[in-house]
């Protein structure tokens, strides 16, 4: 069994910073991309950034220069670094990562962490 948990959401002011984690556990062998999404009411499920096992990283036009992301493979930790917040960038927030274990591989999505970002 397989578990993605998020965790480092919150109110922030605008302008402020967040730091969201995501850990997986369980019965793996391997994980290859890992990544953050965020949903915002009324809106569709975007990604925010994506990071492979190698550490090559991407990230949305939208937070370019604003977030980073990074992971820690031997914690099997991601990370995402959100500084200058905006409002719109309020969403709940959730944790991917591509996840091979001795059955199978697939998809695993966290929770969801809710980030909100008003004064």
């Known amino acids: 069994q397989v578990q993605v948990v998020e965790s480092g959401g919150g109110l922030v002011q605008p302008g402020g910073s967040l730091r969201l984690s995501c850990a997986a556990s369980g019965a793996i062998v391997s994980i290859y991309d890992m990544g953050w999404y965020r949903q915002a009411p009324g809106k569709q499920r975007e990604v925010v950034a994506v990071i492979t096992s190698g550490g090559s990283a991407n990230s949305a036009d939208s937070v370019k220069g604003r977030c980073t992301i990074s992971r820690n493979n031997a914690k099997k930790t991601v990370y995402l670094q959100m500084n200058s917040l905006k409002a719109e960038d309020t969403a709940v927030y959730y944790c991917?990562?591509?996840?091979?274990?001795?059955?199978?591989?697939?998809?695993?999505w966290g929770q969801g962490t809710q980030v909100t970002v008003s004064s």
């Open positions: 991917n990562a591509q996840i091979l274990t001795r059955v199978s591989r697939g998809d695993y």
